[in-house]
C-alpha cells in the first residue's frame, strides 16, 4: 500500500496559457488555432490583417480565446469571444458579451 498523500490539484498558481479557436456556426465546426503566452498576443492574431487564415474567408465567423492553466484536463478560467464579418475590406471584428447562441453550452474548446 502506498502511504503518499493525494494532495488536491490546485489551478490558481499554475502558469497559464491562452488557446485561440475559430468557431462556426453549428457544433462540430472548430479548430485550435494556436496558443499564446498572453491575452494581449492571442487578441492581436484574431484583430491582425493576416486574420483571413483564421476565419477562412468565412467559413469560421467566431474567434474564442481561452485561459487555461497548463496540464492534463485543465478547464477555462476565462474566455472572450468575438465575431467576424466578412466586408469588401476585411473582417470586421466585433469583441461579444457573452457566446453566440449557438456555442452557448459548450465549453472547453482548447481541450479538443
Excluded: C, H
Amino acid at each position: 500500500m502506498n502511504d503518499t498523500p493525494v494532495v488536491p490539484m490546485r489551478w490558481d498558481d499554475k502558469p497559464v496559457i491562452y488557446v485561440l479557436i475559430a468557431l462556426g456556426n453549428k457544433a462540430g465546426q472548430s479548430r485550435a488555432w494556436g496558443w499564446y503566452e498572453t491575452k494581449e498576443r492571442a487578441e492581436e492574431a484574431v484583430r491582425s490583417e493576416y486574420n483571413n487564415n483564421i476565419f477562412e474567408d468565412g467559413s469560421y465567423k467566431y474567434a474564442l480565446i481561452e485561459e487555461t492553466p497548463v496540464g492534463i484536463g485543465s478547464y477555462s478560467r476565462a474566455v472572450w469571444w468575438y465575431k467576424a464579418e466578412l466586408g469588401e475590406g476585411g473582417y470586421l471584428i466585433t469583441a461579444l458579451d457573452k457566446s453566440p447562441p449557438e456555442w452557448e453550452y459548450v465549453i472547453g474548446f482548447g481541450l479538443g
